[in-house]
């Protein structure tokens, strides 16, 4: 069965600090992955994309980036991360073009 | 720029009332699904619809997509206080690969 790790579950970072977040999926192959923030009982802003290694479409343009180092692995970074940067950030995955995604638990990133 | 319109974004109703959430673009979907989420956790999926004019039922939920794919709505009869929680339409639009956006979320509370 497939299963997506995504941690750590929650993170408090001073301003200024590099941040580095981290999403595996297990037990499917060449999924399309997701980087989305959340607001407080908002909709799901959606950061990144990919659909396949080394193919990352950048959404919003803002102080984050994210690489696919390996088929299964999503991950989030800053070099510097603003309090604006604060959110409840969710990795996504799915197959083929409509398919569902499905979800971590999404990781809560205070910046102080 | 938000491709997905979700309304009304709030609604608080009383225990057996009906009501309806809307999702609605300019751009033609591949397929939409909705979401509903509890605080602190992931999306859970609900539903998919594909082809346009789609009518699925899920007990008390009835959901459609539009016959010119989009729009979608989401309509609960009899709500219950366990309907609580955010409901968010998403979809992946036509020809654009995996990119699965979300709409605004619309936060419902039903009071018993």
């Known amino acids: 069965s497939q299963t997506i790790h995504q941690w750590p579950a929650t993170l408090v970072q001073p301003v200024g600090s590099p941040l580095s977040l981290e999403c595996t999926v297990e037990?499917?192959?060449?999924?399309?992955l997701y980087w989305y923030r959340q607001a407080a009982g908002r909709g799901l802003q959606l950061l990144f994309y990919?659909?396949?290694?080394?193919?990352i479409s950048s959404e919003v343009p803002q102080n984050l980036s994210a690489s696919r180092p390996q088929d299964r692995q999503f991950i989030l970074s800053s070099k510097k991360l603003l309090l604006s940067d604060s959110g409840f950030y969710l990795c996504?995955?799915?197959?083929?073009?409509?398919?569902?995604?499905?979800f971590g638990q999404g990781t809560r990133l205070t910046v102080v | 720029t938000q491709l997905l319109e979700q309304s009304p974004q709030f609604l608080s109703i009383q225990e057996g009332e009906n009501l309806t959430v809307y999702c609605n673009s300019s751009?033609?979907?591949?397929?939409l699904q909705w979401y509903r989420q509890e605080p602190g956790e992931g999306p859970v999926l609900l539903v998919t619809?594909?082809?346009?004019?789609e009518v699925k039922k899920l007990k008390r939920l009835t959901f459609q997509f539009g016959d010119a794919r989009k729009d979608s709505s989401l309509h609960i009869t009899a709500a219950q206080p366990g309907d609580t929680g955010l409901y968010l339409c998403?979809?992946?639009?036509?020809?654009?690969?995996?990119?699965?956006?979300f709409g605004q979320g619309t936060e419902l509370s039903v009071k018993p």
């Open positions: 996504a995955w799915s197959v083929g073009e409509g398919g569902r995604a499905f």
């Open positions: 037990g499917t192959s060449n999924p399309n």
């Open positions: 990919s659909v396949g290694i080394g193919q």
């Open positions: 751009s033609v979907f591949s397929s």
């Open positions: 619809v594909v082809t346009g004019g």
């Open positions: 998403a979809g992946t639009i036509y020809n654009q690969g995996g990119k699965l956006i």
